[in-house]
């Protein structure tokens, strides 16, 4: 039997674009940008796919209930600058998709400094926060750090919410007008209880709180520590059924005197 070096060497490539897939990677050129952290792409494979960034969370541009917010054209138009018409690469964690079938990933696009991951770099222009679902997190520690980072620089949704400090009863009260927009709220802990998959961190009787969900289990020692304590957090207010309320994602949110949370 004749040895057939070619086919053989065509058949080890194919094994290894296999292997590689596998391991949760692909290329794919961005054809469109939906906004700050969704895209869609070309993969190599001729797939199109609409994929949104793992970890975070950038402001709507289309939700049906709280419409456009703030810094949401800024997310998607640096979200542009750095991934349209440009090939990339796509990176998976350990769920594939989610409930509207998008393509969950990692995206990393090559700039003049080097690869560069774009959710991370959102992160770092202050025009996302982090938003974790279990059971993704390969780079939840770049993430947090990339949001110090954010919060050194007082850059985006930071600037913003430096000078907008309000109580609980001020949130509620201005609420029509400060829904998704990002401020530094002012209250004194006195309640922590819990309600689904959600802690509700509250002052008195307010109709303003802040949110911790079950599956940020790194933030779950910090929950404990607030009890009795008055702390400034910076995050995005969002209507509710019971008022206001402003989820905690990352400790860097939290501003108090304490070294614990600088």
Request: glycine share 6%; net charge neutral; proline share 4%.
């Amino acid at each position: 039997m004749r040895f057939d070096r070619k086919a053989l060497l065509a058949f080890l490539f194919i094994c290894l674009l296999l292997l590689f897939n596998d391991l949760g990677e692909d290329q794919a050129l961005v054809v469109d940008v939906i906004d700050g952290d969704t895209i869609v792409a070309l993969t190599d494979r001729g797939q199109r796919e609409t994929i949104r960034y793992l970890l975070i969370d950038t402001p709507e541009l289309h939700h049906p209930n709280r419409g456009r917010e703030e810094l949401g054209e800024e997310a998607k138009g640096f979200n542009a600058s750095l991934v349209l018409n440009n090939k990339v690469r796509i990176e998976l964690d350990k769920q594939e998709r989610d409930k509207y079938d998008r393509l969950l990933a990692y995206v990393w696009v090559d700039t003049s400094q080097g690869e560069r991951m774009v959710n991370e770099a959102l992160v770092e222009e202050g025009l996302a926060l982090p938003y974790i679902i279990p059971p993704n997190g390969k780079y939840l520690n770049a993430i947090m750090e990339a949001t110090k980072r954010a919060r050194s620089r007082n850059v985006g949704l930071w600037k913003r919410a430096q000078g907008r400090i309000f109580t609980p009863d001020q949130i509620y009260s201005e609420l029509p007008y400060l829904a998704g927009s990002f401020v530094t709220i002012k209250i004194k802990i006195d309640k922590i209880e819990k309600s689904g998959s959600r802690w509700i961190l509250s002052q008195g009787k307010s109709k303003c709180r802040l949110v911790i969900y079950d599956n940020h289990e790194y933030l779950l020692p910090v929950k404990d520590s607030l009890i009795g304590r008055e702390v400034k957090v910076v995050g995005k207010v969002a209507a509710s059924h019971a008022g206001a309320e402003i989820v905690i994602s990352d400790p860097a949110q939290i501003i108090s005197k304490s070294p614990a949370f600088r």
